[in-house]
């Protein structure tokens, strides 16, 4: 071949190259594809709708910048390692699992998937590629029993729960803690559902509590059924996740709320920036993790400054809702005086404070 014949040749195939570089999109170039798996249906209230609302701030926030999607009434087990698994099949490159029950599968899916970003809500098992968050729910909950404290006639809550894992059974004991800071003789029934969204089975739990004495209830489950059966029976109640006053316009006292959207919008911009990495993020009031909705009408003013008060002090770190001495329910000291729980304690609550009424479940 001689030399000119050569280096055409040459510039053909270093212009064909070129031509298919230009054609490629370039890298970066393509949105984020961020997926949410939600244990619930999304609605206008709840643990999901919450969830649901941090999804469309992140889309807002980042819009062009990242592409999100969310599965809704993904049952925890199979069904949900089934949908994780389709997410990154497709290329999701950040994928929140929104439920403790989600965790087994998002641990396994992740090890078939180590370039992708796994975000696990309320659980305790992590790797490489799989960060945990949750949030300081107990503290909204301390600032709620105080209110419930103040409010009640019966000196008797009512709690529906879902099951009890530390996350519920802080919550429980939190609230009775509150109640108690201001009224001592209030007591705390307790009724477990053994599901995270059952209306039906919710509901009943209420009229229960209600025909056991109760008049404030509240909830540890996903729907609305606590707040509305509370409306329907003219009995107070404390909202849990949202603010659902839209449910009980009169009888809502206040709400414990959590928010998502901050954490999901700092977690996507780690992700585009390449400097993203495992970490367990627990937020709480400091942080704008959870906060408490409006106080109804009726809770008179020097409660509210009470209530006010304690969460600054919450927030300052002069006080803390497991700061001792605490009792659990058989009289036994758990939390010596000048003594708080720590993080990895207060992660493995197994036991009922003074207060509560019923055994804890096996």
Do not use: C
Not at 6 to 17: H, I, N
Not at 50 to 76: C, F, I, M, S, W
Request: aromatic share 10%; hydrophobic share 40%; charged share 20%.
């Amino acid at each position: 071949m001689s030399k000119s014949r050569f280096l055409t040749t040459l510039s053909l195939l270093a212009a064909a190259v070129l031509g298919l570089v230009a054609s490629l999109p370039a890298m970066g170039d393509e949105p984020l594809k961020v997926g949410f798996l939600y244990v619930s249906p999304v609605s206008d209230a709840g643990w999901t709708h919450q969830h649901e609302v941090g999804r469309q701030q992140l889309q807002k926030a980042l819009d062009g910048k990242v592409q999100t999607k969310y599965v809704e009434n993904v049952p925890e087990g199979g069904e949900a390692e089934r949908v994780i698994r389709q997410f990154a099949s497709d290329g999701y490159g950040l994928i929140f699992t929104t439920s403790f029950g989600y965790m087994n599968p998002t641990i396994k899916v992740a090890k078939q998937f180590p370039n992708v970003v796994f975000e696990h809500a309320t659980g305790y098992k992590s790797a490489k590629n799989v960060g945990t968050y949750s949030a300081r729910f107990y503290q909204a909950r301390y600032l709620t029993g105080i209110v419930a404290g103040r409010m009640t006639k019966s000196n008797i809550a009512g709690y529906v729960a879902a099951f009890p894992i530390p996350e519920v059974l802080r919550g429980i004991d939190a609230f009775t803690l509150g109640m108690r800071s201001v009224n001592p003789k209030a007591q705390v029934k307790v009724i477990w559902t053994s599901s995270w969204f059952d209306p039906g089975r919710e509901s009943e739990a209420a009229n229960v509590l209600i025909s056991q004495g109760a008049d404030v209830l509240t909830h540890h489950t996903d729907s609305t059924a606590v707040v509305q059966t509370a409306e329907d029976k003219g009995v107070w109640s404390v909202a849990y996740h949202s603010d659902m006053s839209k449910y009980g316009p009169k009888t809502q006292l206040t709400a414990a709320t959590h928010h998502w959207g901050d954490f999901y919008i700092k977690i996507a911009k780690e992700v585009l920036n390449g400097n993203w990495k495992s970490e367990n993020v627990w937020g709480g009031l400091k942080e704008g993790m959870v906060d408490i909705a409006p106080l109804n009408p009726a809770v008179p003013d020097s409660v509210a400054k009470e209530v006010q008060a304690k969460k600054q002090a919450i927030i300052d770190g002069s006080f803390h809702p497991f700061q001792g001495p605490i009792k659990n329910q058989d009289g036994e000291i758990v939390v010596p005086e000048g003594k708080s729980l720590t993080d990895e304690e207060l992660e493995k609550v197994q036991w009922y404070v003074e207060g509560v009424v019923g055994k804890l479940p096996k």
